[in-house]
Nanobody, 128 residues
Framework: QPQLVESGGGLVQAGGSLRLSCTAS????????MGWFRQAPGKEREFVAA????????EYADFVKGRFTVSRDDAKNTVYLQINILKPEDTAVYYC?????????????????????WGQGSQVTVSS
């Protein structure tokens, strides 16, 4: 299983932007579909975005509404989550997750149960 390390979180003012990164080690990254999830205090973990192994399919939660962009750079073993127009309700711990072996390389999953490998999380705090 890959080791996943998120970075890029922090304290940002509402309306600002940031880019989260998740780097995997010890694996052939292109064999992994990747997802981003978040968990706010007192709430369930929720799906944010996902990208398929071949990078050609992306999925987003409805609340994203064009503000988030997921991308991957297999040469760097890294998946990114660009977040624009940040809102206080985006405050959460953001987790990346990895899944190897979807038969369909163009499949991007929204289901947390389909990701066996998770990073430690990166805190994003948005001030109003």
């Amino acid at each position: 299983q890959p080791q996943l390390v998120e970075s890029g979180g922090g304290l940002v003012q509402a309306g600002g932007s940031l880019r989260l990164s998740c780097t995997a080690s010890r694996v052939t990254f292109s064999n992994y579909a990747m997802g981003w999830f978040r968990q706010a205090p007192g709430k369930e973990r929720e799906f944010v975005a996902a990208i398929s192994m071949d990078g050609g399919t992306t999925e987003y939660a409805d609340f994203v509404k064009g503000r988030f962009t997921v991308s991957r750079d297999d040469a760097k073993n890294t998946v990114y989550l660009q977040i624009n127009i940040l809102k206080p309700e985006d405050t959460a711990v953001y987790y990346c997750a990895a899944r190897i072996g979807f038969i369909n390389r163009a499949y991007a999953s929204r289901r947390p149960t389909e990701y066996p490998c998770w990073g430690q999380g990166s805190q994003v705090t948005v001030s109003s």
